[in-house]
């Protein structure tokens, strides 16, 4: 692999040189693997995705200029994928399996562009929504948070001199390697890069990676970012999110049809994937909920992820109700993956250790922890939580619950009636930071 001198290239950069999306597939897979489903059974569902910034003190209209952030996205909407990505994409092994996509939804794909965006600014936040049919507007979510992320940093380290640029990142990629070092006490450890959406920036995330996989070797199971595990030989790591059950909940006809409307997705996304990609994540509208009124089928699944609950709480629930339904534990896995950093990971993988399979994907806590490591202080270095969301589904609001409140979105109106539907029970209301 090339060494890049990333403080020499922050120092330096061009857009020409280090455009911030720079690839098709520097996305998630779990947003291709969605964009099939969705593509075969959803296509032309109207729908919109909005920019939500859940961390408010955050102004980013006040840090983002404005011109560079345009330029930037509507860089992003001339990518189209090459004839090599579409070669890896139609040939490789995902999760043991090969030809995972099909050979009708990459032709489809081939000539595909992200669709326009509108772009406004509010008290000191810009608004961003895109408008139109499912399959077309998906695949905004990663770069659009990515864009975002990585012109904040850039602004942050603006005024910062090359000595001051090269300490920072010094510094940083210490921090990175002390985590590594105790990650590689694990001996038992599967650990992911998670860390696209709100990186610090794409080089920065590619020198994580390779980090990883230098300090763990194979415990290093792989990234969730396309361009990344094609161009470094690793697994490309993720299955599916809340997008998938926000929607087909706004599609439900009445309040039966809404509560059955997470488990009628997943039977849509078995037959996608004929029986492969067989993980659940249940809490769209609440682990305790999901849980409860699942088919029996559901326990037939591979694993779940957690992604709002506190990491040890929901393993200890889920690990309870599959004994309930006559599973044995220990052949099942447990994806863990919201707002991960190293003592988390420590102590979630020694409370769980032997009895039950688990992974952690590890996300902005890996690829944007810069606490600290600028020569003073610099709140434009912290990371914060932003997120892209699908608002809107055939003219219907679309609501996430989450077992976390902090994480709902959708109208007020809108999250009353789901919960008087779903229930509130488990819910909780902590701080969200990333």
Known sequence: MLHIDIAKRVYDHSFKQDPIVRSVLDTDVYKLLMLQTIWQEWCTIPVTFSLINRSTRVRLADEIDATELREQLEHARTLRLTKKENIWLAG??????????????LHWLRDYQLPDFELSQQDGQYQIDIHGSWAEVTLWE???????SELRSRSAMSGLGRFEIDVTYARAKAKMWEKVLRLAQLPELRIADFGTRRRHSFLWQRWCVNALKEGLGDNFIGTSNVLLAMDHDLEAIGTNAHELPMVAAALAQDDAALRLAPYHVLEKWQQTYDGNLLIVLPDTYGTTRFLRDAPDWVAQWSGFRIDSKQPIEGGEEIIAWWQKMGQDPRQKLIVFSDGLDIDTIEATYHHFHGRVRTSFGWGTNLTNDFRDCAPYPNAGLKAFSLV?????????PTVKLSDNLMKATGPQSAIDRYL???GAEQLSSMDVTV
């Open 92 to 105: 490789n092994t995902f999760y043991g399996k090969e030809r995972l996509f099909s050979p009708d939804f």
């Open 142 to 148: 990663i770069p659009l948070l990515a864009i975002i």
């Open 388 to 396: 892209c969301k699908v608002t809107a589904a055939d003219g219907n």
């Open 420 to 422: 008087r539907v779903f």
